[in-house]
Every structure is written in C-alpha cells, then in structure tokens.
C-alpha cells in the first residue's frame, strides 16, 4: 500500500512563502511523476507542477517563476517552495505520484491560505 504524506501548508500573508513537502511510503517501483495539483473552493483540481524521474519540470502558467518543484529520490519525497504568494494561490493543495506501473497515489491535502 502506497501512501502519500503531505506536510508544510498553512497561513501566510501576500508575498510570503511556503514550502510543501510529500513523501511516499510502501512499495512501489520506479517513479513516472512526482507532482502537486490544487483546487480552491468552488474550482475543479489543477496542475501546479510536475516534475519526472528524469527531473524535467512542468509548471502552471500563473506559478511560472514563483513556486519551484524539487525532490530526493533517496528520500522518495518532493518538495513545493511556494514564493511571492498571492490571495489566489489560496487552496487545498495535493500531492500526486504517478509510477512506472501506471499507479496514481494522491496525499490527503494540505491547506493553503495567503492573506491580502
């Protein structure tokens, strides 16, 4: 059993930072993508970022040179450092792992809200 756990959120105010972080626990083998969505109340899930087990990265049009994706593959855990944060970056955000079998893991979400 995979599981995803997700740490980091919390409260700040604009144009503070945040860093996530997610780590994944069990069995599983090889990593397709590591990445973080988010959904604001009222909003479907998006994409924030991505990143492969080749280390290219995808980034949201409106976190482009704001939020940065990592990881630590000894540690089997990613990172999101959120910079510069806006009130509309407020949301639940998730985690996300996507493996070579074609398994999709989500974290329980961890909370973002960013004060004007």
């Known amino acids: 059993q995979v599981q995803l756990v997700e740490s980091g959120g919390g409260s700040v105010q604009a144009g503070g930072s945040l860093r996530l972080s997610c780590a994944a626990s069990?069995?599983?083998?090889?990593?397709?993508?590591m990445g973080w969505y988010h959904q604001a109340p009222g909003k479907q899930r998006e994409l924030v970022a991505t990143?492969?087990?080749?280390?290219?990265?995808n980034y949201a049009d409106s976190v482009k040179g704001r939020f940065t994706i990592s990881r630590d593959n000894g540690k089997n855990t990613w990172y999101l450092q959120m910079n510069s944060l806006k009130p509309e970056d407020t949301a639940v955000y998730y985690c996300?792992?996507?493996?070579?079998?074609?398994?999709?893991?989500w974290g329980q979400g961890t909370q973002v809200t960013v004060a004007s």
């Open positions: 996300y792992l996507r493996t070579l079998g074609r398994n999709s893991y």
């Open positions: 069990g069995t599983f083998f090889g990593i397709n993508t």
């Open positions: 990143i492969s087990g080749s280390g290219s990265t």
